[in-house]
């Protein structure tokens, strides 16, 4: 038994640090850049719902995000789901989390819930599929926000075939300008969401600020990756991808 509580002790703090590690550290295999954690490219990392509630026996938070897998998405994106400023089980930083990573095409699903919901738990074969995820609070009533974190440090930076695949080149002109750049950040990303209240089969939408479509993001050709910014045709310098800034 003493064995069993120390792994499960692990457990949660190896989640937290986890969750610490996506905020501050780089993805394995990106661009070898130094983590970004202050202005513009580090505010394109996020993404923010306002509004998030939970009461027992009455309503959930539910959010659906998905990956249309755009010409200019990397083929699979790293995000951590928090549910800020309520009371969580585990109330730490990996209780209030859900990290995990999506691929084109797939759509994941992240509910916020009471932790003794009597069918979205974990004893429920419906919610324990890996495109599901939990995040339990306390039967207490919880309001909060949704703050959602790309795991990729480099919004701005397009992933390479010498890092990640993802880059292709035009085989019959070799112009590097013709390529097409993968990214990661979540302005490839299509995030939704609604606060369900379970008795009469209402809720309203919940807005996200900082996926695509709030972020601009151009196929244009690519001058300068790294730098967050990009000419298109006519020379003219847009922001690849705006994010909460």
């Keep these: 038994m003493k064995k069993i509580n120390l792994f499960l002790v692990l457990t949660m703090l190896g989640f937290g640090l986890l969750v610490q590690n996506a905020h501050a550290g780089a993805l394995a295999g990106a661009p070898n850049l130094p983590a970004v954690t202050t202005g513009p490219e580090h505010n394109a990392r996020i993404a923010i719902a306002p509004y998030a509630q939970v009461v027992a026996n009455d309503s959930y938070t539910f959010i659906g995000i998905s990956?249309?897998?755009?010409?200019?998405?990397?083929?699979?994106?790293?995000?951590?789901?928090?549910?800020?400023?309520?009371?969580?089980?585990?109330n730490t930083a990996g209780g209030r989390a859900a990290i995990f990573t999506v691929s084109a095409g797939e759509t994941h699903r992240v509910f916020v819930v009471n932790q003794s919901h009597a069918t979205i738990n974990g004893n429920n074969a419906s919610f324990t599929d890996t495109q599901t995820h939990l995040i339990t609070t306390t039967d207490a009533s919880q309001f909060g926000n949704i703050k959602v974190t790309s795991v990729g440090t480099h919004p701005y930076g397009a992933t390479l075939d010498v890092n990640r695949p993802g880059r292709y080149s035009d085989t019959t002109t070799g112009v590097r300008a013709l390529s097409i750049q993968r990214y990661d950040g979540l302005n490839q990303l299509s995030m939704w969401g609604v606060v369900y209240q379970e008795s009469n089969g209402a809720g309203f939408a919940m807005?996200?600020?900082?996926?695509m479509h709030d972020s601009t993001a151009s196929s244009a050709r690519i001058s300068q990756e790294l730098t967050g910014y990009e000419t298109n045709a006519k020379g003219n310098v847009v922001?690849?991808?705006?994010?909460?800034?």
């Design 207 to 211: 807005e996200f600020i900082g996926d």
């Design 239 to 245: 922001r690849m991808g705006a994010g909460v800034n």
């Design 67 to 90: 990956h249309p897998s755009l010409a200019t998405a990397h083929t699979s994106i790293g995000l951590v789901v928090e549910a800020m400023n309520m009371t969580t089980v585990p």
